[in-house]
């Protein structure tokens, strides 16, 4: 007998479609209708029989794995606390306290994807919107340094390119998109408008079209590799559009110029609403990064790149982000949550993690619990658990679960952990 | 012969179904190993579809089969994984961010 769950979010991505159906047999997932790739590999992939876990790859009982990592984050003089992407607020909460009673480093995997977003908000501040006003105003999008057609796979069908919303009856068909990248994507398909950039020069193609709208005359003939009456156009479009709005991804956060780039984007976006209504949302890739930033910036003031130390948050962003403390050694021990710094960090810092005592909460194996001391294995937030997640947009969803839940939660492991260790 | 080139790191359809079945499947390996280049910087080099090459950046040093890409000539791709993360450096540049995209790269056959 198998029951189907309606109306299911999916937690993989930054999208967290609330569309999904569902099918359950014998408390395993065997279909879901309505995910992309991504969403359907992670609820038919995940097995939620509990697990007991592991010190030095050996199974143990629950209380010696605490007691085993307590004596670690007890023992450490500079613990690193990173990753809580994929995890629900509440253990990012609980992440949060554990770093202040530690006095330990705590960073997420935004400093490894829009964390120089962050520095960008911070800059400049955040014209932003929700993709409901997306699909219900949008009539200019501009995806700048993304793919979603890989990466968020169902964005332009629900959230951009193609709904009929309330103002936007005709669809795909009322709506221009321009996609600006270094190469010809997936994406890029899908544009009407294609600006191939020159790698690494967005900065200053941002920075034309700034003075673009502005009415400032350019007086040479490409910038970037685009030609500028191609700029002048695309200028003249976001003056003359109704709700315009950009879209930004790694291909700006990660390139030279990093938050500059996202700084130029945002004020070319802020400086267009003297002429019309524009907004801007970064891609947020895991499923509840954007949370991150919430609960962090909510709870120490800070969004990432964050040490307690002192007793009171410091911020740094490479000073206290994870791949910058572990290139230059600094951290002792590690507590990852969620995420897979072995398989994803630059290959200097990801080395360290072998080297210091690692603890990992997660619900599936990755690199990094194969090179851990101790792993936990929880339970899946929105396949086996309730929680909250942050859609890319900062709307706040609660994640249900449609297993029952037979492991512990990120959030109970965080609770032992910081009941065991000394202040 | 090496010849200089701009790296970037991205996400694949390949690497992503690779990632839920797991980071130790072969799935995962063969995605996440290889390097994408221009077609016409491949028959410059005389580098054919499938034959491994040496990408070499500050950061470090790899051997990977090559897949020709829609990329503009001078560019190569490298999917994000282990593969990558051995040729991005450390220098985040006081942002926190590893520099993913925008990488000098040689390129030679082995």
Sequence with gaps: MSTVIESVICPFCGCLCDDLAVEVQDSRVVRVRRACANGRGLFVAYDPTPRQPTVDGEEVEWERAFTEAARILNKADSPLIYGLSSTASEAQRKAVELADRLGAMLDSTSSVCHGPTSLAMQAVGEPTCTLGEVRNRADLLIFWGCNPAVSHARHFARYSVMPKGMLTSEGRKGRTVVVVDVRPTASTRVADIFLQVQPGADFEVLTTLRALVQGKEIEVDAVGGIPVAQLQELARRMKACRFGVAFVGMGLTQSRGRDLNVSEIFTLVAELNQYTRFAVIPMRGHGNVAGADQVLTWQSGYPFAINFARGYPQYGPGEFSAVDVLARGEADAALIIASDPVAHFPDAAAQQLKRIPTIVLDPMPSLTTRVARVVFPTACYGVDAAGTAYRMDGVSLRLRPVLPTARPTDEEVLSELIARVAM | ?110
């Design chain 2, 1 to 110: 012969m090496s010849e200089h080139f701009t790296l970037i790191t991205g996400r694949t359809p390949e690497q992503g179904e690779g990632l839920h079945k797991g980071k130790d499947s072969e799935a995962y390996r063969s995605a996440t190993a290889l390097v994408e280049m221009n077609p016409e910087d491949m028959a410059r080099l005389g580098i054919e579809e499938g034959q491994v090459v040496r990408v070499q950046t500050a950061g470090g040093r790899v051997e990977v089969p090559v897949r020709a890409g829609t990329l503009p000539p001078g560019l190569l791709f490298i999917p994000m994984g282990p593969v990558a993360n051995v040729l991005v450096g450390t220098d985040t540049g006081g942002t926190g961010m590893p520099p993913f995209k925008g990488l000098a790269a040689e390129v030679e056959p082995v």
